[in-house]
C-alpha cells in the first residue's frame, strides 16, 4: 500500500522555481513529521527540509535554506515543498517522506516515496 506520494517534479531552469507536492495516506498521515529527502546523480540521499505535523516548526538543510520553504495542509494531508532560485546542484530525485522525530538521517522516516525528478537546466 502506497502510503507517500510525490508529484510536481520536472524541467527547471537555473534560478526558476517549482513546488513539490505529496500526499499521505494511511499510517503516514498520522505521522508527528513529514519532509523531503533528495538523491543527486552519483551522491547519496540527502536530507533537505522537515515539518512538523502539528505546529510550524520546520528545519532545512543549509544548502537550502532561504531559497526552499517546506509547508503543509493537514486538512488535505499534504506537505509542499516551493523550490526557488534553484541550480543545477538541484537536480535530483525528490523524496517524500514521513516519520516521528525531525532529524537529517534518513533512518528516522518510516514512510519513503517513489520520488519525483527534479532537473534543472543550466
Known amino acids: 500500500q502506497v502510503q507517500v506520494v510525490e508529484s510536481g517534479g520536472g524541467l527547471v531552469e537555473d534560478g526558476g522555481s517549482r513546488r513539490l507536492s505529496c500526499i499521505a495516506s494511511?499510517?503516514?498521515?498520522?505521522?508527528?513529521?513529514m519532509g523531503w529527502f533528495r538523491r543527486a546523480p552519483g551522491k547519496e540521499r540527502e536530507f533537505v527540509a522537515t515539518?512538523?505535523?502539528?505546529?510550524?516548526?520546520?528545519r532545512y538543510a543549509a544548502s537550502v535554506e532561504g531559497r526552499f520553504t517546506i509547508s503543509k495542509d493537514n486538512a488535505k494531508r499534504a506537505v509542499y515543498l516551493q523550490m526557488n532560485n534553484q541550480n543545477p546542484e538541484g537536480t535530483a530525485v525528490y523524496y517524500c517522506?514521513?516519520?516521528?522525530?525531525?532529524?537529517?538521517?534518513?533512518?528516522?522516516?518510516?514512510?519513503w516515496g517513489q520520488g519525483t525528478q527534479v532537473s534543472v537546466s543550466s
Open positions: 515539518i512538523r505535523r502539528i505546529g510550524a516548526r520546520t
Open positions: 494511511g499510517g503516514a498521515s498520522s505521522s508527528a513529521v
Open positions: 517522506v514521513a516519520g516521528e522525530c525531525m532529524r537529517e538521517a534518513s533512518s528516522e522516516y518510516n514512510y
